[in-house]
Structure formats: C-alpha cells, structure tokens
C-alpha cells in the first residue's frame, strides 16, 4: 500500500471531491472523483486505499454493485484501521442495501468483531440481523446502543430496566417469579 508523494496527493484530493460531492449531493463532482481514482488504480491497481476509494465513490453515486468488487479487493489487498472500519460498514450496508442479507451479515459481523466500539458497525449490523429474522438480536444492539449514547432523561430514568431487557426481551412476569 506505499504510494509515493505525488500519487499520495493526487489520492487526497480525489477524497476531498468525493466528499465535497457527498456533502453536496453533486453527481458531477463524485464523478471527477470517480475518474481521478478509477484513472490510479490503472497504475496501482493492487494498490488497497485506492480500490478502497473506488468502493466509496461507487456507493457515493448510488452506484452499489459496481461499489462491491473494489471493496472486497481492498479487504483482501489488507486494508487495516479506521478504513477497513468503513469498508467493513460500507461493504455491509451494501449487501443489505442490496437484499443479500447473509452477506451483510457476514461483513458487519467481521465488522462488530474486529471493531467492537464502533457503533455506526453495531447498528447496520443490527439492521442486517433484522432482515434474516433474527430480531431480538437486533433490538438488543439498538437498545443497548440507545442506552449507552442517550442523555433522555425520561430513557436514563429507566436506563436499568430498559439495559435488562434488551438482554431479556422475552421475559415475563411469570417468568422470573
């Protein structure tokens, strides 16, 4: 993943158009970012951070099958850290975007693994076990993600209860006599 200095610029700005069109919702402006990074990966095509971009930019312009393949390949060129962190999610929630929601599953757990403090992970991967049927799993990352971020006084008030029974959502009165 060594790129020289002139490449290394010439990557940093294809990310600041890519997100300069994300914030603005600029089509044009992912483009050009889009043909900057598709035009470096011709030169470094094993190159992880570039094909890492392209995955990006692809999903930025709603382009998610396309997005998919230079995703995976930078997972596997050993994309580490925060961009294996978001490859991870956006990989993920691509998949599951896309209805391939044992993928998505697969992906964000690797995620939720790896990265177990990255709540942005949790909660796609929440999505994603909803979408297989496996729901009360997914409530407990959403309400135990809720629980530890929210300052609701009226959630804090009942943050105890609420904690135990994203654990024990199926419990009754009856049941813990």
Same mark, same amino acid.
């Given at each position: 993943?060594? #790129?020289?200095?002139?490449?290394?610029?010439?990557?940093?700005?294809?990310?600041?158009?890519?997100?300069?069109?994300?914030?603005?919702?600029?089509?044009?402006?992912?483009?050009?970012? @889009? =043909?900057?990074?598709?035009?470096?990966? &011709?030169?470094?095509?094993?190159?992880?951070? #570039?094909?890492?971009?392209?995955?990006?930019?692809?999903?930025?312009?709603?382009?998610?099958?396309?997005? #998919?393949?230079? *995703?995976?390949?930078?997972?596997?060129?050993?994309?580490?850290?925060?961009?294996?962190?978001?490859?991870?999610?956006? @990989?993920?929630?691509?998949?599951?975007? @896309?209805?391939? *929601?044992?993928?998505?599953?697969?992906?964000?757990?690797?995620?939720?693994?790896?990265?177990? &403090?990255?709540?942005?992970?949790?909660?796609?991967?929440?999505?994603?076990?909803?979408?297989?049927?496996?729901?009360?799993?997914?409530?407990?990352?959403?309400?135990?993600?809720?629980?530890?971020?929210? =300052?609701? &006084?009226?959630?804090? *008030?009942?943050?105890?209860?609420?904690?135990? *029974?994203?654990?024990?959502?199926?419990?009754?009165?009856?049941? #813990?006599?």
């Amino acid at each position: 993943m060594n #790129i020289n200095k002139n490449s290394h610029e010439l990557l940093d700005k294809a990310i600041a158009l890519r997100e300069d069109g994300r914030a603005k919702q600029d089509m044009t402006i992912i483009k050009e970012a @889009l =043909n900057l990074l598709l035009n470096m990966s &011709e030169n470094d095509p094993e190159n992880a951070e #570039i094909n890492y971009q392209i995955g990006i930019a692809y999903d930025n312009s709603g382009l998610c099958n396309e997005a #998919i393949p230079y *995703y995976v390949k930078a997972i596997e060129q050993g994309l580490s850290g925060p961009d294996l962190q978001r490859c991870l999610l956006g @990989l993920g929630s691509t998949y599951r975007l @896309l209805g391939h *929601y044992k993928e998505a599953v697969e992906t964000l757990h690797r995620g939720v693994t790896e990265f177990p &403090e990255h709540r942005g992970l949790q909660v796609f991967y929440s999505m994603a076990l909803y979408n297989t049927g496996e729901y009360k799993k997914a409530m407990e990352i959403v309400l135990m993600n809720l629980m530890e971020t929210t =300052n609701d &006084e009226t959630l804090q *008030y009942f943050k105890r209860g609420i904690s135990y *029974y994203a654990q024990h959502l199926d419990e009754t009165w009856d049941s #813990i006599k």
